[in-house]
């Protein structure tokens, strides 16, 4: 398993972070619209970058569900084909939920 380095995305509007996200959607032949594009960069909540690249992204959008009243997020991990079967999916959820939790 590659070691992984995890960049928090979170709020911080780094263009960086967004240009490696982008390239990253595109690389692995993501089908979004451009309106979509911007939307998820703005959800943006982690990057895990293995041997130098972007393995993975995950997004989160916080939303209120007043039937429980609470706050909740959608929340999604999108990983490279190559790395799916090192887990590499489920690490970031971790991370992320620490930083959404803060």
Known sequence: MADVEFRNAWRRNDPGLVRDARAFW?????????????????????LAYADGQVAAVSMADPTLFERLRTRLAYYRTV???????????????????????K
Do not use: M, N, V, W
């Open 79 to 101: 990983a490279a084909p190559e790395f799916r079967r090192q887990h590499i999916a489920s690490r970031p959820g971790l991370y992320s939920y620490r930083e959404l939790a």
């Open 26 to 46: 595109q690389s692995i032949g993501l089908a979004i619209t451009p309106e979509d594009l911007e939307k998820r960069a703005s959800e943006l909540c982690a």
